[in-house]
């Protein structure tokens, strides 16, 4: 008489199998969540989108500090600019520090009227502040209202982050909303793949050899 095989599992096989199976779902549709959520930051971007025109105030330009791009240490530069009876604040790019805390970079801005393409932002995204008051050349932080205060200025309530190519020599490489989607798609297949394996070997190895 030839041996079969019989469907008897085990209760710890069919624990194991339930508990990896569980764990690769819930781990894949956490990678998947992970995805959508960047791909809506980045549709959300796209109605951020602003352009404007005016004159730059240089003569109140101010240097974030702790600002690293490619390991290197520098500043963010934000600039007021003219936009007829209102000013808007500026990030336009990235410069290095200098040798020394004194020497701080010199900017160049460009003169005359100039048109800024770029996203619009209530406040500063991703701000590292170490200390609450802001004053000075160098700052950790800006505030638009305690700026304002400070300058006389009538500053519209926003922040533009600068993405349109100017002659400045400043660095604009923002972080993308989007980076890392393919990312996650990619582990929440592979967790969802894990999950499918780990039921079928629960199902396998709950067949048993019989006379």
Same mark, same amino acid.
């Given at each position: 008489m030839s041996a079969g095989y019989s469907f008897r599992p085990r209760l710890w096989t069919l624990a194991l199998a339930a508990a990896a199976c569980a764990a690769g779902i819930a781990l894949g549709q956490w990678q998947a969540g992970r995805a959508e959520e960047k791909r809506a930051a980045a549709a959300q971007l796209e109605k951020r989108r602003v352009a404007v025109s005016g #004159?730059?105030?240089?003569?109140? #330009? *101010? =240097?974030?500090?702790?600002?690293?791009? !490619?390991q290197r240490a520098g500043y963010e530069v934000i600039t007021p600019l003219r936009t007829g009876a209102e000013h808007v604040l500026v990030n336009r790019g990235w410069i290095a520090a200098g040798a020394t805390r004194d020497a701080l970079p010199a900017v160049r801005t460009p003169a005359g009227v100039v048109r800024i393409e770029g996203v619009a932002f209530e406040r500063l995204p991703?701000?590292? *502040?170490?200390?609450? /008051? @802001? /004053?000075?050349? *160098?700052? !950790? @932080?800006?505030d638009i209202g305690e700026f304002s205060a400070q300058t006389g200025l009538r500053l519209q309530p926003r922040f533009i982050e600068q993405h349109s190519a100017l002659d400045d020599g400043l660095l604009r490489e923002w972080p993308r909303p989007d980076a890392g989607v393919e990312k996650h798609a990619s $582990?929440?297949?592979?967790? $969802? /793949? =894990?999950a499918g394996l780990a039921a079928a070997l629960g199902i396998v190895f709950s067949f048993r050899r019989v006379a």
């Open positions: #004159t730059f105030r240089p003569e109140l #330009t *101010v =240097l974030l500090d702790n600002k690293l791009r !490619q991703r701000l590292l *502040v170490i200390e609450k /008051s @802001s /004053s000075g050349k *160098v700052r !950790q @932080s800006i $582990y929440a297949l592979q967790w $969802y /793949s =894990l």
